[in-house]
């Protein structure tokens, strides 16, 4: 085998999930290009958790994260469902699991917890929900957390009685459908989220320019050394804003609508991918080269259909029934966000864009 069908093998291979900001959108904007997501071939439908907007004014309307999943799930057959991610300080350990649970026998074993330390401290203000003292007691209480659904999902009668939390015989019934539900932590924290990391998750999230998530990447594969863990054993995930169109000019275009509706000028601090699909592809085959397999493309309101990606694609819900697989014929290329993978372009377009909407973790 050369390394230019290697390459094109891992290509293939790559999975497109898209992130739906719940921000400033109607419900039947959002519901529709979920929906348009499950037709078009993407992997996944992921939302915010978040009970202000955290993108422009905080006034801003913004759906419930879980609440919605649930009604995306029940809509859907195909795609894996989850939070970008769950905030730990929203929810006891028990309740999160009770709808994770919930979650995934409403979508017949495609549900994926997300779960993150949590950043917006107006949100926490607003609704008088303890931030903690300091980022690192957060981080503390998102690792014993995230022990805890582990073996609540996992269906262990728990009594704990830890720095943070406290469980008396407690029991997650009835069972997620999968046996192995995953369980996703965002963030990149080096030394609490990424140790949590290699210690108790299936998968991770994170966002930046290369040479950010490289050095990520590199501490992430640390921790796992020290803790014995294979670090292929976790699906890495990258986050990015995309807008495909013919030329970076239309898409430029493009993604000034989206940032004007969201009460943005600009944002700023990782990459955001605009033109064609090309140039899209060549921006990010060098995290592929990294070791992310999942990108996760950041789609503000207002939404509009998703383009196809070609294929039919397993997620994580490996016991989730499935379409058959059949060939999807792409749409036209003024149709918002696309995540068609064209190889063997050396093209490479992209803009500096925002902040992580998950927060830093």
Not at 41 to 47: H, N, R
Not at 83 to 108: C, Q, Y
Not at 328 to 350: K, M, N, V, Y
Request: hydrophobic fraction near 40%; glycine fraction near 10%.
């Amino acid at each position: 085998m050369t390394t230019r069908d290697a390459n094109d093998r891992n290509e293939s291979q790559v999975k497109f999930g898209a992130q739906l900001w719940s921000q400033s959108s109607d419900w039947a904007g959002f519901r529709d290009a979920a929906l348009a997501a499950e037709a078009a071939g993407w992997d996944g439908v992921w939302t915010w958790d978040h009970l202000l907007a955290i993108q422009g004014p905080w006034e801003q309307p913004i759906f419930e994260g879980w609440t919605a999943l649930a009604a995306i799930g029940a809509l859907t057959s195909r795609v894996t469902v989850g939070l970008m991610v769950g905030a730990n300080t929203f929810r006891n350990p028990g309740l999160t699991a009770k709808l994770a649970t919930t979650l995934d026998n409403i979508t017949d074993g495609r549900a994926i917890l997300g779960i993150g330390g949590a950043w917006f401290d107006r949100e926490h203000d607003a609704f008088a929900i303890d931030f903690g003292k300091s980022v690192g007691e957060r981080l503390d209480w998102l690792d014993e957390a995230v022990m805890l659904l582990r073996r609540l999902l996992d269906g262990e009668r728990v009594t704990h009685e830890g720095r943070f939390y406290t469980m008396n015989d407690a029991l997650v019934a009835p069972r997620p459908v999968q046996d192995h539900m995953p369980i996703l932590v965002g963030g990149s924290g080096p030394k609490k989220t990424l140790r949590t990391v290699a210690l108790r998750a299936d998968a991770w999230n994170t966002s930046g320019f290369e040479d950010e998530a490289a050095g990520k990447m590199a501490i992430l594969r640390e921790h796992c050394e020290a803790v014995g863990r294979d670090i292929e054993s976790i699906e890495r995930t990258i986050s990015f804003p995309i807008v495909i169109r013919d030329d970076e000019a239309a898409a430029g275009k493009a993604w000034e609508v989206k940032l004007e509706h969201n009460g943005l000028d600009e944002m700023t601090s990782v990459p955001v991918l605009l033109g064609p699909p090309a140039a899209v592809a060549a921006a990010i085959r060098p995290y592929l080269a990294m070791g992310f397999g999942h990108v996760i493309v950041r789609l503000p309101a207002p939404g509009c259909r998703p383009r196809t990606t070609g294929r039919r694609s397993s997620g994580w819900a490996k016991s989730a029934r499935r379409s058959p697989a059949r060939p999807l014929q792409p749409r036209p290329a003024d149709r918002c966000t696309s995540s068609r993978w064209p190889a063997g372009s050396a093209e490479r377009g992209w803009r500096s864009g925002s902040r992580p909407s998950s927060g830093p973790t």
